[in-house]
Each structure stands twice: as C-alpha cells, then as structure tokens.
C-alpha cells in the first residue's frame, strides 16, 4: 500500500483508528480480555502516551497497532485500512513498512552487529537480498544511526558490547530505517537510568516533530510529559 | 546476504552440538559414495573383461557330491575321459584342460607362496598373451605372471625354485598382465607344463578345463552340449561361462552394496533425526528472536528461510566432509575389492560422490522442514513474551 494515500484522501481518516476493539486472550483458567470494547483515533503526527498500571492492557493495545496480532472484534484501521481484511503476509508488510517497534528490553538480535540490525528490516523491504541496491542500503543504514547519536564507530559491535542507551538508539535506528509512519514504544526508558531516559525521550520527541507519529506506553509521569495527549487505560479501556 | 550469515553465525555459536549433528551426515555421505563408486568400477571393469574373455566357458568338477552320494570325498577333479567327452562336444572350439596349485615360491631370499598353473605348453598361447621373452616349449622352464615377475625382479633367463626343497626352474617368458579372470589368473602366479606339474603334485586330474568359444553366438550351444555329455545321470561338473560368472560376482556385489547402502542410508536417518533436534533446540532457544524478527516485518517464509539456511548449512558442511572422506573411502573399497584403482577417477564413478552429498544435503533440508515451519508459525506475541 502507498505510505500516507488512500481512498477518501489525506486527511479525511484518522492515521490509527480503533473501532470498539476487544481483544480476549483465551486461557485454561479462563479467559482474559485484554482490551474490552476501546474506541480512539490517533491522527497522523500526534504523540500519545498510553499510562495505566500493569496488566492494563498498554502492550496488548500496542500490539494490536502494531500488527503483531489481530483484534477479537471489533475494527481497527491503519491509513482507512481494516487490517481485519488482511492476510497474514499484506499484515507483515504493514508492520514492516508503516510501524516501528521500540521496546523496552531493546530486542535487538544478539548475533547481529548494531549495523546489522538497523540493516535487517531494510532488506526485509527490498525482498530478502542486498543485491544492487547495495549502496543505498549503507548510505541509508549510515544516515539513520547518525540520526539516532550512535557513534560511527559501534556500528560494528555486537548488542552486548553496548551500553542500555546505546541498544536503545540502535533500537530506534532500526524501527525508523524504513522510514514508517508510527512508532511504537513499550516503556522504552523502562530499563535505563533516568539520563539515559532523557536523552531517549528527547530523541523520540524530536522524531516526533520531524513528522513521526509516536504511541509510547510508559508509568512514568515525567516521561509521558513529552507526549502531546495522554490516555489512560484501566482493565482494557480508557479511563 | 544477511538471512544467510544469521544462520551460520547461530551454527558457529553452538559449533559442537552442530558437529555432532553432521557426524552422522558424514557417515552417509561417505558410505553411499563409496559404494556407488565401487559399484561403478566394478561394473566398469567387469564389462571390460567381458570383452576381452566373453568367449570363455569354465568347467568345473561339481562340488558336493551327486544326490547319489557315491564318492563323496574323493578329490574333485576332472579326468583325462571326461576332457575327452568335452573335446568331442564341443567341436572345433578349444578345450583347455588346466592343473591348479599354489606352492611356495623362492627367490635368493625371497620365500613367498604363489598359484600354478599346469597346461599344455601348445594351449598357453591361446589363453595368454606373452609380454617378454618366448612362450614355454618344453616340459621344463616357467612363464611368470606380470605381478608374481615384479615382486620377486624376475626376468627372462631368471630361475626359481618352486617348493621348500622342489626343483629350480627357469623362467623362460613373462605374461602380460590380465586383470581379474573368470578362468585363471594368472599375474600373480607361474605357469609350468602340465606333464612337470603332473611329475611334481601326482597325476589326478585337471582341476578346471577351459572351453574358447570362436563364435560368440555359440557360448550357449555350447554350454548345454557340454552339460548333456557329462552331467547325464548326475551332475558331475558345473559348467559356467563368462556371463554366469559375471552375473555371479555382480549379485555378491548387490548384496555387499545393499546392506552398506543401508548402512548409509541408516546413518542419514540418524542424522537426520539429531539435525532435526538441533534445529529444534535452536527454535525454541530463539523463540523470543523469532518474535523480534517478525515485528520488524520478516514474513513467515523469511523465517522459514533463517531455518532452512542453517539446515542447509549443516548439509553442506557435513556433504563437504564427507565428500573430501569418499575419496579415501572410495579408493580403499575399490582398492580391496578390486585390487586396481583404474576406474577410480573417471567421471562415471566420481558422480556418486556428487550424489552422496546431494543426498546428506537433501537429508538435511528436510531434516529442517519441520523446525523452519515450527519457527514460522510461531506465534509473534507469544514469541516476544518468551524468555
Ligand atoms: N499472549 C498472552 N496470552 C495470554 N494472556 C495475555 C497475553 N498477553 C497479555 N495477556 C494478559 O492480558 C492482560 C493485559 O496484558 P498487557 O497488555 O501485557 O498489560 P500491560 O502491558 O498493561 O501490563 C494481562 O492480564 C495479561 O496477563
Ligand atoms: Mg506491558
């Protein structure tokens, strides 16, 4: 699908929108639902802190933004798309074009050098191989770590060689190297000390301004004071 | 290509556990090749002696007695009558009546053992070929075979004493080399007349008779005149010719071949089995790595590419091994089985060893299968939940 076009036109849809989604997690001891009956719109460039104690339902709304997993019921629509009518590989392109993932344990692939990483969703997108487009895919590559702060000279160094915030910003370089509309974080400063923390937000907010629409799950007030809305969820739905 | 590299650096990180895996591939590789490629070489060789005595017929005294079980221990021979009877059923084609023996063999000081032949000295031309000096004329005097004259340096002119305390004999001629014989084999042996042979050993008989076809066309005709004029109430020689013998070898060979293919065969299951548990283990170790990738948008037959790499890896680390090994194992099967490496190197034979590592290869992808559609179809929720 074409990043930012559809069929009633910029601006005429919301970016994200949740139509009375509800999301049960099936479990031998009974079911849990998760996220129960939420409507909400996001539009596009908005940054929204999603606050709400644990077991909530911040992550599992996340998720279901994200692609990563389909609603129970209910609607949800990304660019006017209803990702109900989707397959599972037009739901992974989604996920790999349109949405980044930052997360709170960094999940960055272990075996992978900092480059590395940044670099995997970029050849995901240009199908599975780095052929002729080799140059591109290292000027890109390059210019995103840059854009993140991480010194030139980490990019070769495994995950585990790097400090928490140095992961993080290799985390962030590799949700934004596709250059996607949303970025998704859960708790992104949940593991760093809080100046660390800072320099994150920091750089997530001046993301934000150069136009990303940024979802971001934290409990920590002063961290969700860099966001431009808040909402709060209690057991699945907005406070 | 990045997919790939993953893989390999996951098979580097748990390099021993992936070792032992591709022991068993290994194992395959090596057995399936060696075995085709000696099937081949004696296929190959075989059918070039075809060629060269395809025109043979033996005559054996029949083994084991009649049903009538008259003269059961009586030494199997075949008498001076019945050569007689073959001789008059055969027509014009060549009877040659052989003794065989084996006796120690000196030379200075050199004291090994080696066959005999006693013939005719006017039939040696027909059946060998000479390489040096003359063909034996007389009753005394030897003929060497190629092999037995290289071991012990004899020349023409050389003598030989034949047995502990036996006569010394010269060697008035050296025969070709001849390869593997249905009738005789001669290389590694001496060929005296058959009346010193008959003075030396005692007079009971030939041991085997030779029959040279002229007409190809014929060697069955000829083999039943053969079988009617002597096995009439019981069966009293066996009567093979070149085919039958060939047939013989071959189906020893199909059995040999089968039970190590198996083994080969069994050892790639084997493998399979532990690569299947290897990739298992790396699956559910990388679960939550499972998950990652697919956030950042890898498609399920991405991952199930990782996956197959890293079987592929396996297969072709294990293929490559045991490759390079077929060659060792090929030329000992083929160099005790055959006692000639000629056949070795031709194409027609180093093919199996491509098949042999297609095969630990294959064993391996599909070893693979299993666990790549595990990984794929993980969930991704619960993969990133995982720890
Ligand atoms: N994959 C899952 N399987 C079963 N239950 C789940 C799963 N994910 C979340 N839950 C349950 O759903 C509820 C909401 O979880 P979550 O979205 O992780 O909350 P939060 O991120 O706000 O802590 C919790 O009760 C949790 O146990
Ligand atoms: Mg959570």
């Given at each position: 699908m074409e990043k930012g076009v559809n069929s009633t036109g910029e601006g005429g849809n919301p970016l994200i929108r949740l139509d009375s989604v509800t999301k049960v997690y099936p479990l031998p001891a009974g079911d849990v639902t998760?996220?129960?009956r939420l409507s909400l719109e996001v539009e596009r460039g908005d940054f929204v802190a999603v606050m709400g104690v644990s077991g909530s339902g911040k992550s599992t709304l996340l998720n279901l933004i994200g692609c990563l997993d389909v609603p129970t019921s209910g609607d949800l629509y990304l660019n006017g798309v209803n990702i109900r009518d989707l397959a599972d590989d037009p739901l992974t392109e989604l996920r790999r074009d349109t949405i980044g993932f930052v997360f709170q344990q960094f999940n960055l692939i272990p075996l992978l050098t900092a480059y590395e990483n940044v670099e995997f969703p970029l050849i995901l997108a240009q199908g599975?191989?780095?052929?002729?487009?080799r140059e591109e895919i290292v000027n890109r590559c390059r210019a995103v770590l840059a854009s993140v702060g991480?010194?030139?000279?980490?990019?070769?160094?495994?995950?585990?060689?790097?400090s928490g915030g140095q992961q993080q910003r290799v985390a962030i370089a590799r949700a934004l190297v596709n250059d996607p509309d949303i970025l998704l974080c859960d708790e992104p400063t949940g593991n760093l000390d809080t100046r660390t923390g800072t320099t994150i937000m920091e750089l997530l907010a001046q993301m934000n301004r150069g136009g990303k629409t940024i979802i971001m799950v934290t409990h920590d007030p002063r961290v969700a004071g860099y966001a431009r809305r808040r909402i709060e969820l209690v057991d699945g739905r907005l406070a | 290509m990045i997919l790939f590299d993953y893989a390999r650096r996951n098979i580097r990180l748990h390099w021993f556990r992936s070792f032992l895996a591709v022991i068993g591939i290994v194992i395959g590789v090596v057995a399936i090749s060696s075995m085709g490629v000696l099937g081949n070489s004696l296929v190959l060789s075989v059918s070039e002696s075809l060629t060269t005595v395809g025109d043979t017929i033996v005559v054996y005294p029949q083994s084991g007695g009649g049903p009538m079980g008259g003269g059961g221990t009586t030494a199997l021979r075949i008498t001076p009558r019945q050569v007689d009877e073959i001789t008059r059923s055969v027509g014009t084609n060549i009877v040659i009546p052989v003794h065989t023996g084996a006796d120690r063999v000196i030379v200075g000081s050199e004291n090994r053992a080696a066959s005999l032949y006693g013939m005719d000295p006017a039939d040696i031309p027909e059946i060998l070929d000479l390489e040096d000096g003359i063909f034996l004329r007389s009753t005394t005097g030897a003929m060497a075979g190629k092999r037995l004259a290289e071991e012990f340096d004899l020349n023409v002119g050389s003598t030989v004493r034949i047995g502990e305390d036996g006569e010394r004999v010269r060697i008035v001629g050296i025969l070709k080399e001849r390869g593997i014989g249905f009738d005789i084999n001669p290389d590694y042996a001496l060929v005296v007349s058959d009346r010193w042979f008959e003075s030396t050993y005692g007079e009971e008989g030939y041991n085997l008779v030779v029959v040279k076809v002229q007409n190809l066309e014929e060697i069955d005709s000829v083999t039943t005149a053969i079988e009617d004029a002597l096995n009439?109430?019981?069966?009293?020689v066996t009567v093979l010719d070149t085919r039958m013998v060939l047939q013989t070898i071959l189906d020893a060979f199909n059995s040999i071949s089968t039970f190590t293919t198996a083994i080969g065969g069994i050892s790639l299951i084997v493998a399979g089995v532990s690569i299947l548990n290897v990739m298992m283990m790396s699956v559910t170790e990388r679960t939550r790595e499972i998950g990652i990738i697919r956030s950042i948008g890898a498609k399920r037959r991405e991952v199930m590419r990782i996956f197959l790499y890293e079987a592929l890896v396996l297969g072709l680390i294990g293929s490559g091994i045991g490759g390079v090994l077929s060659f060792g194992g090929a030329y000992l099967a083929v160099s005790v089985m055959?006692?000639?490496?000629?056949?070795?190197?031709?194409p027609s034979s180093l093919v199996y060893i491509l098949y042999g590592m297609l095969f630990g290869i294959g064993t391996s992808l599909l070893s693979g299968l299993y666990p790549a559609w595990r990984a794929a179809n993980l969930n991704p929720i619960e993969a990133l939940r995982h720890d």
């Open positions: 998760a996220i129960d599975g191989n780095g052929g002729p487009v991480l010194d030139e000279s980490l990019a070769t160094h495994k995950p585990s060689e790097l | 009439r109430r019981t069966d009293v055959l006692q000639s490496t000629t056949y070795l190197f031709v």
